[in-house]
């Protein structure tokens, strides 16, 4: 793994430059003043906070049926003590 150390300065003007390397796998140690950090080489991940319009849709239709089922709880006082068991 390469390792690059940089100033802030350097790194500011070259952004492109610089996140074209962690993607491709280097270490970046940023040093500015009497302070550093390092930046980890960059992951691949999937980010399962997100819907896509398809999916979110769907999810909106299920729960509207769900509620034209009848299959739903009024959140009252009492239920929100019971289920977090106060």
């Given at each position: ?23 491709e796998g280097a ?54 003590k019971e289920l977090?068991?106060?």
């Amino acid at each position: 793994m390469e390792t690059i150390v940089v100033s802030r300065r350097k790194f500011t003007g070259n952004f492109d430059t610089y996140f074209k390397k962690i993607e491709e796998g280097a270490q970046l140690i940023l040093k500015w003043g009497n302070k550093q950090t390092i930046i980890p080489p960059a992951e691949a991940i999937k980010d399962d906070t997100a819907y896509t319009k398809e999916e979110w849709d769907a999810k909106i239709a299920a729960s509207i049926a769900q509620v034209e089922a009848g299959d739903y709880i009024v959140l009252t006082k009492e239920k929100r003590k019971e289920l977090l068991g106060l």
